[in-house]
């Protein structure tokens, strides 16, 4: 069972610019995290959020959909990078901001299962994250991650 208050608290205080940015966690089920944040602290000069801010927050909700999968199914000494990211920028975002990071299952589960396995290779694996407002899509971020156990 995750634990997502306590996920959170502890990524709030191993990564500063979360609280900056008032990114909050919303939920996690079956390899999909939910997040959001205001505007107002991820804001540029044209009252839309800024994509430095939109780039952190997916990167970010990439790392933390692996951790969490990973971690629910018995993995916990997992190291996890960025190996590439794709961001595509659809219409500004003027208000608040609704992440959804997901992992597609069939490669989460070959990937699990090489952990599982104690491989001690890089296992690379791909996550979409789309980031909305008003239900509007506006920005997408498919990102290569990989994975290994420490």
């Not at 090489?114 to 001690?120: C, E, N, P, S, V």
């Not at 996550?127 to 990989?146: F, K, P, Q, S, W």
């Amino acid at each position: 069972m995750i634990d997502l208050p306590a996920f959170e608290a502890e990524c709030r205080r191993d990564i500063p610019l979360l609280s900056a940015m008032q990114l909050s966690l919303r939920s996690y089920d079956k390899l999909t995290l939910k997040l959001d944040a205001p505007l107002a602290p991820n804001i540029n000069n044209k009252g839309t959020a800024f994509g430095g801010s939109i780039a952190s927050i997916c990167l970010f909700a990439g790392w933390a959909v692996a951790t969490l999968g990973f971690t629910e199914h018995g993995i916990s000494n997992t190291e996890i990078v960025v190996y590439q990211s794709e961001m595509t920028f659809e219409r500004p975002a003027r208000g608040h901001l609704d992440v959804v990071a997901h992992l597609r299952p069939n490669d989460f589960r070959e990937c699990l299962d090489r952990l599982q396995q104690g491989t001690d290779k890089r296992l690379r694996f791909d996550v979409r994250i789309d980031l909305y407002h008003d239900n509007e899509r506006c920005a997408t971020m498919r990102g290569v991650y990989v994975a290994w156990l420490k």
